[in-house]
């Protein structure tokens, strides 16, 4: 058996992209939540849209927020000593 | 129109939503991904489901390879991945009596190292270390299991297909009053089958 990539079976060399991998996450989360939850589904491809913007809209704020309180919070808090 | 919200409070508190019963629609969707909604008559709602529930269970082997779903050594995660149905079980299946074999020091099943290879003792599989010559013309286990975050996401996106699963699974069960239906019922020029 050789080492060469087959997808499917090996893990994929993405480990410089890795945050981008939340976009086609939240894109199939909101295909399939409002697959069952849109009331309406001439408006569907709209709440996909709309659904996929705001998980994506908020792991982005939980980021900003993790980031402020982790690097600059946190260090006023408890100093590292020098 | 004289009564006003009183008359829309009492006729709201009069019909409350209707939620049926739909036992064939749920063990119908236990066996695959969306089946349930096409039982409920509701096929463009099955498809999307089913496309949610897939893509995500999909996308997670892509990127973590067949070792994102392990039922021996990842058990936890095995539990919420499992709620996808066959095809988790199908891949876990494949996984261990394909994928693993025997350490002969040990005597547990596991993912091979970079520097082995899987070969048969003529009663089970086993991990065989790789000779130079062998490792020089790029020989190695039959897969590359992911490490780190891309592990760590790839099995995330099997769980979430399996948790959205069990949201699509409830539905097919006690599927609520469909809006084209009732659209229907008041004007039947409208909707289409959903």
Known sequence: ?82 | MSCGIQCHTLNTMSNPQHIDFNPLAGLVAVLFPGAGHLVLRRPKRAIFASAGVLGLFFFGLLIGGIDTIDSKDDRIWFYAQALVGPPTIIADQIHQKQFKAYDIGTGKLRTGFPEEKRDHDGTRPIWVPLTDVEIAAGMGPPNIPGLGRINEIAMLSVVLAGMLNLIVFLDALMPGPDATTSKQTNKPSTGGAE
């Open chain 1, 1 to 82: 058996m050789t080492l060469a990539y087959t997808p499917f079976i090996d893990a994929m060399s993405v480990h410089d992209y890795w945050y981008l991998l939340i976009v086609p996450m939240a894109f199939f989360l909101a295909v399939g939540y409002k697959a069952v939850r849109c009331p309406d589904m001439k408006k569907y491809p709209q709440s996909v849209l709309s659904f996929t913007v705001q998980i994506l809209g908020l792991m982005l704020l939980l980021a900003i927020a993790f980031t402020i309180v982790i690097g600059y919070v946190l260090p006023m808090l408890a100093p590292m000593p020098v």
